[in-house]
């Protein structure tokens, strides 16, 4: 069984920083890929970083290149989003998802309907 515990949300003013963590419960940790989406009232998740677990590629979304980076601790199980140079616009709910897999895919990585496991959202909240 898996599960996926995040934590690590709050309110900050722009410009600041925050880290989100993805704590994954599984007979093993080395083969996910996972990714964090973002979901605002009204609007469909977004997709805004992805990584696999095993060592590989990283995706990020156009509208956080640059400010959000991945990545993980293998001892502690846990898949952090590092987010730096907030906007008010980076305010959303955010998610970590996760699914076995060998690498994640460039053309897939930020659709919801790809991950079967999914952690309960984390608030995060910019203020101008």
């Known amino acids: 069984q898996v599960q996926l515990v995040t934590s690590g949300g709050g309110s900050v003013q722009a410009g600041g920083s925050l880290t989100l963590s993805c704590h994954i419960s599984?007979?093993?940790?080395?083969?996910?890929?996972v990714s964090w989406f973002r979901q605002t009232s009204g609007r469909e998740r977004e997709g805004v970083a992805a990584?696999?677990?095993?060592?590989?590629?990283?995706f990020y979304s156009d509208s956080v290149i640059g400010r959000f980076t991945v990545s993980q601790d293998n001892a502690k199980r846990t898949g952090y989003l590092i987010m730096n140079s907030l906007k008010p616009e980076d305010t959303a709910m955010y998610y970590c998802?996760?699914?076995?897999?060998?690498?994640?895919?460039?053309?897939?990585?930020?659709?919801?309907?790809?991950?079967?496991?999914w952690g309960q959202g984390t608030q995060v909240t910019v203020s101008s």
């Open positions: 990584s696999y677990t095993g060592g590989g590629s990283t």
């Open positions: 599984a007979s093993t940790f080395m083969s996910f890929c």
């Open positions: 998802a996760a699914r076995y897999a060998y690498d994640c895919n460039s053309a897939a990585w930020s659709r919801e309907s790809e991950y079967g496991y």
